[in-house]
């Protein structure tokens, strides 16, 4: 009788089938009668790919998980390579079913245990990075995986990460209500004057859970590094008793309200808007025009637009957003009726 995997050329059961679902390891493999000779040949033909040492995914179920997805089929992988691992920074991010700017390209985890119980970083090698942490660091448990307590997820994050990347993970857990911001400001405390916390402190201030994308959360960073007045989120525009719209940015003095417009906003799937992309851009012209016969500026802006400084602001400028010397925010927008 003939092995499971010498079958790969089609005559017999696709020895894949035998294989679990989602990220499995090498040792998965040999569990289930498949041979190295098979494995090879279906990473060769693009049926499976290997984004770790040891670890496989089938090439459909990767190509379909997008960033977030794939560096959770990572984590969950690593979780069975490692003994007892807590998962931090990114990694734990996607444990806790937060976004992220782009695709992690390591595992992070806390570093091994010291005599005193505190995490001693160990640097970076073959794709996963140890990170040092104090003894009591929090830990909770997602997904069956260990991992760093939300609030300190997010700080040590931001600590570590500009501001484009932090505040996007804490607008999805204050929007989510995962998070508050007393929790925040209390995992702050507790990193005071250590390396980072500045900029962690930058992040938790410039969080708002009313930010609605990641794109939309990117696009304030931008804003106040650029030095602009901050906008008011998610505004509904009316007209007596008629609302005309509800935009991303609305700036009250300057009469200029701003439009993220993100590549899934004008697709097909994936989206709970099921008109066809022509409708739905009709619809946003007539809109637009609602909102410009009225005396409103409209400024739209793509992800090209967000990652060259500058280039948002002069758009902005223009339309007659003002630069802020001061970095607080302020709160809402107003109605277009007659005290606009």
């Not at 059961?13 to 294989?19: A, E, G, S």
């Not at 609030?151 to 570590?160: G, K, M």
């Not at 906008?231 to 993220?260: K, M, N």
């Not at 709970?272 to 016969?293: F, T, Y």
Request: net charge positive.
């Amino acid at each position: 009788m003939r092995a499971v995997g010498s079958a790969w050329d089609g005559r017999m059961d696709d020895p894949l089938t035998l294989l679990p679902v989602g990220a499995f390891l090498a040792r998965d493999v040999a569990r289930a009668g498949v041979d190295d000779g098979a494995l090879r040949r279906a990473v060769r033909a693009g049926r499976l790919v290997r984004p770790r040492t040891g670890v496989y995914v089938r090439a459909a179920d990767w190509d379909r998980a997008g960033p977030e997805g794939r560096h959770l089929l990572l984590v969950q992988a690593v979780g069975r390579q490692l003994e007892h691992p807590v998962f931090s920074h990114e990694s734990a991010a996607v444990l806790w079913g937060l976004p992220l700017v782009g695709e992690p390209n390591a595992v992070h985890v806390l570093g091994p245990v010291t005599p005193t119980g505190a995490h001693r970083g160990t640097g970076r090698r073959a794709g996963l990075v140890r990170h040092a942490a104090p003894a009591d660091v929090p830990v909770a448990s997602r997904r069956g995986l260990r991992t760093t307590a939300l609030a300190e997820t997010l700080v040590s994050l931001a600590r570590a990460r500009d501001a484009l990347q932090a505040v996007p993970v804490v607008d999805g857990a204050l929007r989510t209500g995962l998070a508050t911001r007393e929790d925040l400001l209390a995992a702050l405390a507790t990193c005071a004057g250590s390396p980072g916390s500045r900029r962690a402190a930058l992040a938790v201030a410039l969080g708002d859970g009313a930010a609605e994308s990641v794109g939309e959360s990117v696009s304030r960073v931008r804003i106040h590094l650029d030095g602009l007045e901050p906008p008011a989120l998610q505004v509904p525009l009316a007209e007596g008793s008629s609302v005309i719209a509800r935009v991303d940015f609305w700036w009250h003095a300057a009469r200029v309200a701003g439009e993220f417009d993100g590549r899934k906003k004008y697709r097909t799937d994936g989206v709970p808007d099921r008109r066809a992309v022509e409708e739905r851009l009709w619809a946003e012209k007539r809109r637009e025009d609602r909102l410009r016969s009225r005396g409103v500026r409209v400024v739209r802006w793509t992800w090209t637009d967000l990652w060259t400084p500058g280039v948002l602001a002069s758009r902005l400028l223009a339309a007659g957003v003002r630069p802020t010397p001061s970095r607080a925010t302020h709160g809402g927008g107003r109605r277009l009726g007659r005290n606009a």
